[in-house]
């Protein structure tokens, strides 16, 4: 069993930064993918970010490119989201989770969810 437990959120203003940590439990974080999710008020979760075992491969949503940057530090068992260039639309609750089978740019696979942290851009 795997636990995940995200920190880092809270509430900014646009134009400005967050970074989300990601906690994992056990001892096989370094062996699976990671990714970042998100859900606003009334709508889909949503993909923001992946990042394989190595951090060798990256993926990030179109709406989000230039602006986060996804990294993990294995011997911390660590994933982190820094967010830069915060816009009103990036507000939402931000989950991160694992995927076994490799990195995935859909919610289809991840096998393990933390519980979610708040991130509000204010103008």
């Known amino acids: 069993q795997v636990q995940l437990v995200e920190s880092g959120g809270g509430l900014v203003q646009a134009g400005g930064s967050l970074r989300l940590s990601c906690a994992a439990s056990g001892r096989t974080f370094s062996s699976y993918a990671m990714g970042w999710f998100r859900q606003a008020p009334g709508k889909e979760r949503e993909f923001v970010a992946t990042i394989s075992w190595s951090g060798g491969t990256i993926y990030y949503a179109d709406s989000v490119k230039g602006r986060f940057t996804i990294s993990r530090d294995n011997a911390k068992n660590t994933v982190y989201l820094q967010m830069n260039s915060l816009e009103l639309e990036d507000t939402a609750v931000y989950y991160c989770?694992?995927?076994?089978?490799?990195?995935?740019?859909?919610?289809?696979?991840?096998?393990?969810w933390g519980q979610g942290t708040q991130v509000t851009v204010s103008s």
């Open positions: 989770a694992l995927r076994r089978a490799g990195v995935g740019l859909t919610r289809v696979g991840y096998d393990y």
